[in-house]
């Protein structure tokens, strides 16, 4: 049965609530790799021997904040709920004509917009390749295409999360910002690094 252009609507709004929370998700790893991209928590770790084991928590996050990010920008296939599948549905004229009668349209255009530029993006086009290739799968990379830096995911997936805030907002999916959310992670991340920054300093000349 033909889905109503209401039941539609109900769609992009149940995306963005998802996508708001893997928002959430995104920040909160950036939060704790920037907390711990200190030369003098690194130098600690490794004076202690924790230095495989902290490299192993890097990467994990990393491979999480790229799968979270990368997921966005996908192809949309029956039953998906990333962010992708808000801006096919909003296309559709209907849809559409509902999220102009909304007094946050402004938010909703801004995500589609910033969406739409990010997805071509040629640092997202390279960190979708490194992911399908070297993280969610073992295949040969393209020779051609050169690979991502750290700071192409951090761009991309900082672009990302005010996608799907502004998405959010615009629907009236969540309408509280992103940055009052991340705080407690931010101070969590702070306090899971500080012991070795306190016994550092004890240590440091």
Known sequence: MQMSAEQRWEKVQDVAARGYLDAIDTLACM???????????????????????????????????????????????????????????????????????????????????LWHQTATDDRTLKLRHYRNKVVAHLSDLDPTMRLPINNDLFVIAGTTTKIAENL??????????????????????????SVWLTKCRKAEP
């Not at 704790?32 to 902290?54: E, F, H, M, T, W």
């Not at 559709?92 to 004509?97: F, G, H, K, N």
């Not at 969540?174 to 991340?189: D, F, K, V």
């Open 31 to 113: 939060e704790v790799l920037g907390a711990g991209n200190k030369p003098v928590l690194i130098r600690r770790i490794d004076q202690a021997g924790g230095k495989s084991a902290c490299e192993l928590i890097y990467k994990s996050l990393f491979q999480r904040l790229l799968l979270n990010t990368m997921r966005a920008y996908d192809p949309v296939r029956g039953g998906d709920f990333h962010l992708a599948v808000a801006f096919e549905v909003l296309a559709e004229p209907d849809v559409m004509a509902i999220a102009k009668r909304r007094d946050s349209y402004p938010h909703i255009s801004a995500a589609t917009d």
């Open 168 to 193: 959010s907002i615009g629907t009236g999916a969540c309408t509280i910002e992103l940055r009052q959310q991340t705080g407690a992670y931010r101070q969590s991340a702070e306090c899971f690094w």
